[in-house]
């Protein structure tokens, strides 16, 4: 099953702060996670001069997981229009919805590796974050699989999400999404 993206509006940059060499990204996504349920996702990014981007992300699931997290990072390959090559560290929280649990809140630190293609309107992109929440025993990982098609400054984008939020649990699954350039 699957859970298609609401379209998002933009207060960002609008007006004489806005720079020509700053792009602001805006997405959200809906997927089905197998083991957790439907997850829905938003996010924001901001792109100087392709070169340098601050990201802030979150998503929650109706099994009961939450994260929130904010990358900062450089685009290596930040002059070309057909790859990106992006490395990142991050800082945020994740946790359950469940108030019952021992620890519902864990911080979480680490980093993103990320590397995209760029074919005309067809865009690809593979994306890995490795982190660490609470003592160094629990450990994060996502990787993310992304294919979309742009139009104009919005993106409409399918993709492929597996996340392993411990040692045996894998969850991931498919969702469609939707983002836009500003």
């Known amino acids: 099953m699957f859970l298609a993206a609401a379209g998002l509006s933009a207060l960002l940059l609008s007006g004489p ?5 700053t792009d602001v990204i805006l997405e959200a996504y ?17 792109q100087a ?8 992300e979150g998503r929650g699931t109706v099994g009961g997981t939450w994260l929130g997290r904010g990358t900062v990072g450089l685009d290596l390959f930040g002059g070309s229009e ?4 992006t490395l990142g560290l991050f ?4 946790g359950s919805w469940d108030p019952l649990l021992a620890n519902p809140v864990d911080p979480t630190a680490g980093f993103e590796l990320g590397l995209g ?4 309107p067809v865009r690809g ?7 660490f929440r609470g003592p160094l025993e629990y ?8 294919l979309g098609y742009e139009l104009g400054r919005t993106q409409f984008f399918g993709q492929y999400v597996r996340f392993n939020p411990g040692e045996t649990r894998v969850v991931g699954g498919f969702g469609l999404g939707m983002s836009m350039t500003f």
Do not use: C, E, K
Request: charged content about 20%; proline content about 0%.
């Open 139 to 146: 450990r994060l990982t996502q990787n993310d699989w992304r």
């Open 49 to 56: 001069t392709r070169a340098a981007f601050l990201s802030v």
């Open 30 to 46: 809906g997927q089905q996670l197998t083991g957790d349920g439907l997850g829905l996702g938003l996010g924001g990014r901001v």
């Open 91 to 94: 800082l945020g929280t994740t």
């Open 17 to 21: 702060a806005a720079r020509a060499d």
């Open 82 to 85: 057909t790859i990106d090559l």
């Open 117 to 120: 293609l760029n074919l005309g």
């Open 125 to 131: 992109r593979y994306r890995h974050a490795d982190g």
